[in-house]
């Protein structure tokens, strides 16, 4: 027997998770990978994980069995140990596929240890997938899914067949039969089983997919069946499938791997890259991570993405930065344990830590006017967790500050529950983590803060993640005139793109910005203006060509201490508004999610921001370096 290991860049960590595929009738062990296996490998590399491809049967030798069939002897092994000659001589691919594979993974590689490991089929192979994994259970697989599956081989002319043949009858083929399983099942075996089926399949008939649906009913098995429009039986439905199947089982076993570390209520020992000064490079350490305390959340980050208010704070332009600290605040985690009175979150949870918590019940929390809620804000300031100290210590015992309530350049770290945002488990959390900052923050000056509506113009100055997401945001509210602005013309065609309808070299003109756009490329100005830049001169500029008598103007970026606004007096007499957003005016638990679920819905999506991907918390340092290289919109960093 041969088989295909795709093996992911992260290998070398402590037991690698690993997904299993079973391929169908007449496939070897090179179909997969050769017809799918771009979108699958690249989604297995995302998440973290190893996959499998054994062929579906015994080949290569004279004294096995063939026929003139393509359904029964090479190639189509159905996954059951054969007790009938002359196929039980070899014909065991169940234990196969169960015990021997899996135990030569374990061994030789150091992959799918401790039940890390998943299983997953097309066709003949989906039929062994589901079978194998609810016979064996939830203690030797982690989750199971199928695409087109033989969901009831006992009454398909392929598995009636094929049990005849191997076990001599097709009633002998019950145990091997998902459909007759779940029927006997009292209780789920797994938290979801995913069912992809095309509507198109010329096989329907023989698959039987509602069969199981009902027969899952009787335990309370969940199971998502997802009938897909005008595909049919082919590697072409696996292809355009695959990578949500990878991503399932990714994040069951991620939560699967963390349950194994046993570490709730302990302190963990991890790397983190810890700012000890200003302008100074980042330092890789091993650090202690204390457990939570009461109303607090320890979480394992799975990806950070790189913000400039990160850099503006290393840079030494932040008067609330204290050092040494562990920065980072838009990132992806799965929470791994909880302090006393912890009740919206739960191990194995995804959530996006928000530096703007929501408490729900203060004054600001309650009042749709603002996102401002100020319950945490004080310690939040000053480096600490809310009763005042702090969770992370150096390899010698030292305090090591927080940095806005986050610090997600660690491995791992400590929240305030109140700033942990629950969102979709379906949802990538190295690009859903964009939405803990830039991305949401100018989305929301559009939707929450200014309120753009359709038909009206807009100027939005500085062009970096923020500033794109604002011309995204308008262009979905259904702004008519978007004026992008920024000095370096390279990132023009990524506005355009996202709905820019002008651009503007603003370090190319003959006379101020202001005026350019009020008077050239509109008469009285634009309806709503915003900064993105965090440059005061900026911020003026974009006040001032705001439109007489209702023009809005608003602050997003944040400028260096002891800097100041300034314009004449006349500008807001004449009707503008000057206004500022934090977040976007989001609300952080309330929202977040809703954001995550549009992305997933296909509505918003924002995978475009990312520039640039770095494997391992040490590669941080390179990621600054790319976000200083004019190129980078965000680069997002995997641990």
Known sequence: MTFGLFIPSSYGNNNTPVLFWLSGLTCDDTNFPTKAGSKAFEAAENQGIAIVMPDTSPRNDESIPD??????????????????????????????????????????????????KSISGHSMGGHGA????????????????ALAPICNPTLSAWGKKAFHAYLGSHDAGRPHDATCLLLNEKEPLFDNILVDQGTADEFLQELKPEA???????????????????????????????????????????????????????SITCKAMVARAPKEPLTVETITVDPPKAY?????????????????????????GLFPCILGHEAGCIVESIGEGVTSVKPGDHVIPCYTPQCHDCMFCKSPKTNLCPKIRATQGQGLMPDGTVRFRDSEGKPIYHFMGCSTMSEYTVLAEISCAKVNEKARLDEVCLLGCGVSTGLGAVWNTCKVEAGSSVAVFGLGAVGLAVIQGAKIA?????????????????????????????SKLDKPVQKHIAG????????YSFDCTGITDVMRAALE????????????????????????????????????????????????????NKTLDGELPIAHYITHRFEGVEKTNNAIEALHGGDCLRAVVKY
Not at 69 to 80: E, K
Not at 478 to 504: E, M, R
Not at 520 to 527: A, F, I, N, S
Not at 566 to 586: C, D, E, I, Y
Request: glycine share 10%.
């Open 67 to 116: 026929v003139d069939s393509y359904d029964m002897g090479i190639g189509a092994g159905f996954y059951v140990n054969a007790t009938e000659a002359p196929y039980n001589k070899h014909y065991h691919m169940y234990d196969y596929i169960a015990k021997e594979l899996p135990t030569l993974i374990e061994n030789e590689f150091n992959i799918g240890k401790n039940g890390l």
């Open 520 to 527: 050239d490329l509109t008469e009285w100005g634009v309806d």
């Open 212 to 266: 199981i649906v009902e027969a899952a009913k009787k335990s309370g098995q969940a199971i998502e069946l997802n009938l897909r429009e005008g595909f049919d039986h082919s590697y072409h439905f696996v292809a355009a499938f695959i990578a949500s199947h990878v991503d399932f089982h990714g994040e069951r076993l991620a939560r699967k791997k963390i349950s194994l570390e046993n570490t709730v209520g302990k």
């Open 545 to 596: 060509c705001s439109h007489r008598g209702w023009g809005t103007s608003c602050v997003i970026g944040v400028a260096a201490s002891g800097h100041e606004i300034s314009t004449r007096p006349f500008q807001l007499v004449t009707g503008r508004t000057w206004k500022g957003t934090a977040f976007g005016g989001f609300k952080s638990r309330t929202d977040v999610p809703m954001l995550v």
């Open 130 to 145: 589901l079978t194998i994994a609810i016979k064996e259970g939830n203690s030797s697989w982690t989750s199971v899914s």
């Open 296 to 320: 607090e959340v320890r979480v394992k980050v799975i990806a950070n993405a790189l913000c400039h208010t990160d850099i503006y704070t290393l840079d030494g332009h932040d008067p609330e």
């Open 478 to 506: 259904g702004a008519s005139k978007i004026i992008a602005v920024d000095v370096n013309p390279g990132k023009f065609p990524a506005a355009i793109n996202l709905g820019a309808t002008d651009t503007v070299d603003s």
